[in-house]
């Protein structure tokens, strides 16, 4: 049924209504319109079941027309009458279908039977039936099928707190027939129930029904209110219903869900092609047999919702394996998800392609999954035995969630913008090298041109030589200047943009952003002041163009004169032109020194600015993990008895893992590495000390000279190395790890349910090193009281989990001729539970403690 679509809900219940075969009950219209009539009032007050208990009588073929119209609504309605005991006191007893079924009417053979040799027993003011609470208990057992009874208005004169007093309550509720009684209706006197509750040593349940024949079909669903759980329209489901009163019924206000969920997850192409998967905001079960495809669904669901394995996840290539096998190449998978806003988003991911992400009916461009929908916990199958020392801190990740996206995008442009200077920086790396080749060019060639002074040449080309130098230094000063027009521009593109397209308005903060907004249309006209900057700069470039052509024209004119000056110098082993380019040489130098005196500053501010970059990037490491600190805290607030400690950059065996990797080969022994460690925090505190290094490490010069080397050569990746945090965790004030596989499975479950900001906990065979008595004793309970602020998906083989803790959806799955099938249900559906009596039956302790519930089922084994 469709109601049922998504597992069992919370419905409107009246266990108490009278039709027009009552012969109180006012009706004053068309025959033929009154089934159609009270349903539709039923819809209309949005009752989802209820039960026909007309006074001392049973119109079979009204209920069957009845309850036919009400299923076409999505109706559930159940067979009962309102009876009057010997002693005046009025039950409501509420039958299974097997009363009623085919020829037989059973309900009215027990009437017959009560009312023996009294009349009128179904006309005001009702007569007593022959039947005390006993009689009537043994009359209905006789007969052999289903039932259960409730005291109706139990505060009415006719009622149950009315008619008996004393030690006559006492007696009748001590007698075992009032075993069969799972219920009180209108019970408003707090006293009497609890009374009530104390001797029959058990709860009953308290329910409520519209109870109004007089006024007829408008008095549907008047009164005070029940809400009652259930997963199927049958007897049996209603029954157990009031047996878990404290689970399965509230009174006035229907229970909401407060937690963001995974509405239904389907499937085009694969092994489970055109199957579409419901789910419940609250508990959910997957079951089957071992390769059912159970594991499957759950991995598939983790992939499509982008939730990482984590690094220490088990059996990695097994789970990612999986998900190809069963969606197969262009497979795809839509998962639609409610977040805690209750806003409805549908995921559409064909299998090896980045997501779709759509709101109502509309793709949105969310940068990720996590934007919509909070990443639920996930834990795939042995993964919480899993032992690694970095467990821990995959557990951490998960519970935090998205708590360090900001602070890890900031620690990214910080190792990106340390990254840029040491490239940067390295490319200067060789101008103490390079200075020093320049200077001996210009001593060579200021020794080498002295000789033409003392010849008297330089004084004969001293005009040409001038000539060289003016028109290098020109042509120096023209890349300068096209070298600032290029960067003008390049401003100009960048942030052009944003002087032409932003704009403050708003309608929450109209003063403040209009004074802004004048601000920023003054800022404006200062940007657009740069394209008159680009435009003069262009005219006078060309003006030194044309001036730089003039020096190259005039030069030119005088070439022949040049030339002349040269022939008339005769002097053996010495050739005019060389001294010319030994001019130049000098002249082309000078400016390379500058050059290069500017690099040096900037290698300067480069290692100044690079110690700064540095000094922040480590203040973003400590911000993380005082973030990660501040998390762990309120963590450790939910459980008692496990708790997480964090230390900073606590992981030191990291750190000596890329130590030994960088420095292989170095000669570096064992010792020295351990000295690192133990002196050092990081790779940075390794930078800082450099000048110290010897002294704390005692080494030789030449390993302490290699040291240096390999680290100047690997600076970045060391730098950047951030040495983790390191969690512990502790269960009972022992570490975790020194605890035994079930103690460890059953703390880290319960530590799990105990995370209130969790939405959506997945879970693959949480049972796994569990007995059935933690089960039940501590994760059951647990998830139970969860329902309703978290929403559970687990694959399971042990039936106490989907049995005992109520679940509200199950999923049967089995694979079969390369397709695997899905069965939805509820733990109220009978189909549903022969599957799970069939699938999951699993040793005697588990079989007696849901035996209750199996009987109640009546499912022979």
């Not at 707190?161 to 027939?177: D, M």
């Not at 975790?736 to 880290?748: E, F, I, M, W, Y």
């Amino acid at each position: 049924m469709s109601v049922f679509k998504n597992g069992s809900v919370w419905l409107k219940a009246d266990f108490h209504l009278h039709t027009k075969a009552d012969k109180e009950f006012k009706y004053d219209g068309d025959e033929n319109d009154f089934v159609k009539a009270y349903v539709d009032q039923l819809k209309s007050e949005e009752i989802g079941i209820g039960v026909i208990t007309n006074h001392n009588k049973f119109d079979k073929e009204e209920f069957n027309a009845l309850r036919k119209q009400a299923a076409k609504n999505n109706i559930g309605l159940l067979p009962g009458i309102e009876f009057s005991l010997k002693e005046g006191i009025h039950i409501l007893i509420v039958f299974n279908n097997e009363w009623y079924k085919g020829h037989e009417n059973n309900i009215q053979d027990f009437l017959n039977s009560a009312f023996y040799g009294i009349t009128n027993a179904d006309i005001p003011p009702y007569p007593n039936s022959n039947f005390d609470l006993n009689e009537t208990v043994d009359k209905l057992d006789q007969i052999g099928h289903d039932y259960f009874i409730v005291m109706a208005h139990v505060d009415a004169d006719n009622g149950f707190f009315n008619v008996l007093s004393g030690r006559t309550i006492e007696a009748f509720i001590k007698n075992e027939s009032f075993n069969r009684v799972l219920a009180v209706q209108k019970s408003g006197n707090r006293d009497n129930y609890s009374r009530l509750c104390s001797l029959a040593n058990r709860r009953l349940a308290c329910i409520e029904g519209s109870d109004n024949a007089e006024n007829g079909i408008d008095a549907i669903g008047k009164g005070r209110i029940t809400y009652i759980k259930i997963g199927d329209f049958n007897f049996e489901a209603v029954k157990y219903v009031l047996t878990d009163s404290d689970n399965r019924i509230r009174a006035k206000n229907k229970p909401e869900i407060d937690n963001a969920y995974i509405k239904s997850i389907s499937f085009e192409g694969g092994l489970l092609d055109r199957t579409e998967i419901n789910l419940s905001p609250e508990l959910n079960n997957f079951i089957g047999i071992r390769g059912s495809g159970k594991s499957s669904i759950l991995e598939i669901l983790r992939y499509t919702l982008g939730i990482p394995l984590g690094n220490q996840a088990s059996d990695r290539e097994y789970k990612n394996s999986l998900i190809e096998h069963v969606l197969k190449s262009g497979g795809k998978v839509i998962t639609i998800v409610v977040n805690e806003h209750k806003r409805e988003y549908r995921i559409e991911k064909i299998y090896g392609q980045k997501e779709d992400i759509y709101e109502n009916g509309k793709r949105i461009d969310a940068p990720s999954i996590e934007t919509v929908f909070k990443t639920p916990v996930y834990f795939g199958q042995k993964d919480l035995s899993n032992k690694n020392i970095d467990f821990e801190a995959d557990l951490v990740k998960k519970l935090i969630g998205n708590k360090l996206e900001n602070i890890k995008s900031k620690i990214s442009i910080k190792i990106a913008e340390i990254e840029n200077i040491i490239t940067a920086s390295k490319k200067l790396d060789n101008i103490d090298e390079l200075k020093k080749e320049i200077n001996e060019v210009v001593k060579k060639a200021k020794y080498q041109i002295a000789v033409y002074k003392e010849k008297g040449v330089e004084g004969k080309l001293r005009q040409q030589s001038r000539f060289d130098s003016d028109i290098s230094r020109f042509k120096e000063s023209l890349n300068e200047i096209s070298k600032f027009k290029n960067e003008i521009e390049s401003l100009i593109n960048d942030y052009a943009t944003f002087f032409n397209q932003t704009g403050f308005e708003s309608e929450e903060n109209k003063e403040i952003f209009s004074e802004a907004d004048k601000l920023f249309r003054q800022l404006a006209i200062e940007f657009n002041k740069l394209n008159e900057i680009k435009a003069n700069t262009e005219k006078y470039e060309t003006a030194f163009i044309e001036l730089s052509n003039k020096l190259n024209e005039k030069k030119e004119n005088l070439k022949e004169d040049f030339a002349k000056i040269k022939r008339e110098i005769d002097i053996p082993n010495l050739n005019p032109d060389d001294f010319l380019k030994l001019n130049r040489q000098i002249e082309t130098s000078r400016l390379k020194l500058i050059e290069i005196e500017k690099s040096e500053k900037k290698k300067t501010e480069y290692n100044t600015s690079l110690n700064k970059k540095i000094s922040e990037l480590n203040m973003l490491w400590h911000e993380e993990y005082k973030i990660l600190e501040k998390e762990v805290r309120r963590i450790n607030e939910y459980e008692n008895s496990l708790s997480i400690t964090v230390e900073y950059k606590g992981r030191d065996d990291k750190f000596l893992n890329k130590l030994k990797e960088t420095f292989k080969g170095s000669g570096i022994r064992e010792a020295t590495y351990n000295s690192i460690k133990s002196s050092y925090k990081d790779f940075i505190e390794i930078y800082r000390d450099m000048k110290n290094l010897n002294s704390n490490l005692n080494i030789s010069e030449n390993l302490l000279a290699e040291f240096k080397k390999r680290f100047e050569d690997n600076i970045f990746n060391l730098i950047s190395f951030r040495v983790e945090d390191k969690f512990t965790i502790n269960y009972n004030d022992k570490p975790l790890k020194d605890h035994s596989l079930g103690q460890r499975a059953t703390a880290l479950i319960l530590f799990l349910l105990a995370q209130k900001e969790t939405n959506v906990l997945i879970i693959d065979q949480p049972e796994d090193d569990l007995d059935n008595q933690t089960i039940y004793e501590d994760v059951i309970k647990a998830i139970k009281s969860l329902k309703g602020n978290m929403q559970f998906v687990f694959a399971t083989h042990n039936a106490n989990i989907p049995v005992l803790g109520d679940s509200e959806k199950i999923l049967s799955c089995k694979y079969s001729e390369s397709k695997i099938e899905v069965h939805n249900g509820t733990i109220d559906n009978y189909d549903t539970q022969k599957q799970i009596v069939t699938i999951m039956e699993g040793g005697e302790e588990a079989f007696n403690r849901r035996k209750n519930i199996y009987e109640l089922w009546s499912i022979k084994k």
